[in-house]
């Protein structure tokens, strides 16, 4: 490969990467707080790219639609929260699975929704013409809605790593992570800061349905690949674990660039195994057994 290409390749892998980065922190999160592996964050990633072709159709504006997708799949990921997931666990708290199938059918039935009001046709949402063409970046040429795709997930994912490492929620949610019983004794209210965390992963999977949506195509089944990598992603980083999550989605980026650009018939047996050499020389990820006691 010339110079020009692994830098295309890189900056393809990082764009990913970083989108990535926000289904998958989303996910760790929830996991970590709650212990339950939310298999709906598919259909809320989905959600929020429909929604924003929605305010996009309407009001012409694909800002606008970026802007009120994440708040409101935010608060649809709250209401699932309070009224459906904490009565099941508080009425089944040893079991793991009924919150899992519960999650599973809130995926089918989000899906099926979504073909009831917007069909089940592969539509488009329009970039914004600003964003559209290419940008040379010295020797290479670049997209650069994906540069923004890049920049703007990036920021995102930055502003989340501040909340979660610099601010006072995110001690009460790192300590949550690690051991909630201790962290309720010591007065945080566990039950709330899971409605928060539940929905600022909702809001993140919404704002790369957005991103991802526009550089790709919208149908109500857009959301279980990108779902997919995110687990992945997630155990190559070690479960519950948040810089884990950061690190195992770029890993995961780029491992996808130039597995598509070098071996486009292996690209996505690669990814397996790059998860099964990680799990193989440590098991708990790169990161899981360092956070998680």
Do not use: C
């Amino acid at each position: 490969m010339s110079l020009e290409a692994i830098l295309t390749q890189l900056l393809m892998g990082l764009t990913v990467g970083v989108n990535l980065v926000l289904v998958a922190t989303g996910l760790t999160l929830v996991f970590g707080m709650m212990g339950v592996i939310n298999f709906a964050h598919s259909a809320l990633f989905m959600l929020g790219a429909y929604v924003a072709l929605m305010v996009s159709s309407h009001l012409g504006s694909f800002w606008l639609g970026l802007a009120v997708a994440p708040p409101a799949i935010a608060l649809l990921g709250a209401a699932v929260e309070r009224w459906l997931l904490r009565p099941l666990r508080a009425r089944h708290p040893l079991s793991h699975l009924l919150p899992l199938l519960l999650t599973f059918g809130l995926s089918l039935f989000f899906e099926g929704s979504a073909k009831v009001l917007w069909g089940a046709d592969i539509v488009s949402l329009d970039k914004p013409a600003l964003l559209g063409g290419a940008l040379a970046l010295g020797r290479v040429t670049f997209p650069t809605y994906w540069l923004f795709a890049l920049v703007a997930a990036a920021v995102l994912a930055v502003g989340v790593w501040l909340v979660v490492e610099r601010t006072s929620l995110g001690l009460s949610i790192r300590a949550a992570t690690q051991d909630p019983m201790m962290a309720a004794v010591l007065g945080v209210n566990t039950q709330r800061l899971n409605t928060v965390v539940f929905a600022l992963g909702s809001g993140l999977a919404a704002a790369a349905g957005v991103i991802l949506g526009a550089m790709t195509s919208l149908s109500p089944q857009m959301g279980a690949g990108i779902v997919l990598d995110a687990f992945i992603a997630i155990v190559i980083g070690g479960l519950g674990s948040f810089t884990g999550a950061i690190v195992g989605s770029l890993l995961l980026g780029q491992v996808q660039s130039f597995g598509v650009a070098l071996l486009p018939a292996f690209h996505t047996p690669l990814v397996f195994l790059v998860m099964a050499v990680v799990l193989v020389l440590r098991p708990s990820g790169l990161f899981g057994g360092a956070e998680r006691r």
